[in-house]
């Protein structure tokens, strides 16, 4: 069965320094990669998602994630945090049944501080 | 502009009323999804159907019940049945996946956050 962990609930940065967002996965096959953004009482934005191609995809506003098989992670990165990057990210695997089904991890908290 | 909608934003209901939910999409996509987030869990899938006239339980669907009757739209009813409702519900549509073609990213609607007393 498949799984997501993302290794910090809560991340706090300075504005202007890099962000860092954890995720190990857990499958049995190539699974597709997502990483979702969601500001207080909002929806869901998708970042960036991976699906078997180029290995560091890039996203919106500035971030990047890097595939590592080797190492079951898909890491979120942006090299400057800035105000508006403050909200709760998700990282999302592909099931492994089940239509077009998603798994989300429980969220990592970003914090940037002026 | 192309989007999900959800209404209401905000809804209040007595312990045990039923309550429905409105979710609508005019992405032309055929599938569609229902989730609950709590603090601290994520999200959690509770329906999701592939084609109109088709839908299936996803993890945790007891005390809940959807309709696919149009493409565009996929309510969701929270029945006295369900232990605990109060959470904020966010509903979802995304292209269907082709065997072999991977993943199609899903569209978040706005949700509605849901409170029973």
């Known amino acids: 069965a498949q799984s997501v962990t993302q290794l910090d609930s809560h991340v706090s940065v300075s504005e202007g320094t890099p962000v860092l967002l954890r995720c190990n996965y857990s499958s049995s096959y190539s699974p597709s990669l997502f990483w979702y953004v969601q500001h207080p009482n909002k929806g869901l934005q998708l970042l960036l998602k991976y699906t078997s191609a180029a290995t560091l995809v890039k996203g919106i506003n500035g971030f990047e994630a890097e595939f590592k098989k080797s190492e079951t992670s898909f890491h979120l990165t942006k090299p400057s945090a800035h105000m508006s990057d403050a909200a709760e990210y998700f990282c999302?695997?592909?099931?492994?049944?089940?239509?077009?089904?998603?798994?989300f991890g429980t969220g990592t908290r970003l914090t940037v501080i002026p | 502009d192309g989007g999900i909608t959800q209404s209401p934003k905000y809804l209040f209901r007595k312990e045990g009323q039923n309550v429905t939910l409105s979710c609508e999409q005019n992405l032309n996509h055929d599938a569609m999804y229902w989730y609950r987030q709590d603090p601290g869990q994520g999200l959690r899938l509770i329906y999701y159907s592939q084609i109109v006239n088709d839908f299936q339980k996803g993890d945790i669907a007891e005390g809940y019940s959807v309709s696919r009757e149009k493409k565009e739209s996929f309510p969701l009813t929270v029945t006295s049945a369900q232990k605990n409702p109060t959470a904020f519900y966010l509903c979802?549509?995304?292209?269907?996946?082709?065997?072999?073609?991977?993943?199609?990213?899903?569209?978040f609607g706005p949700g509605t956050r849901l409170t029973v007393t």
């Open positions: 979802a549509s995304s292209r269907s996946s082709v065997p072999g073609q991977g993943f199609y990213e899903q569209y």
């Open positions: 999302v695997v592909s099931r492994e049944t089940g239509a077009n089904n998603l798994f």
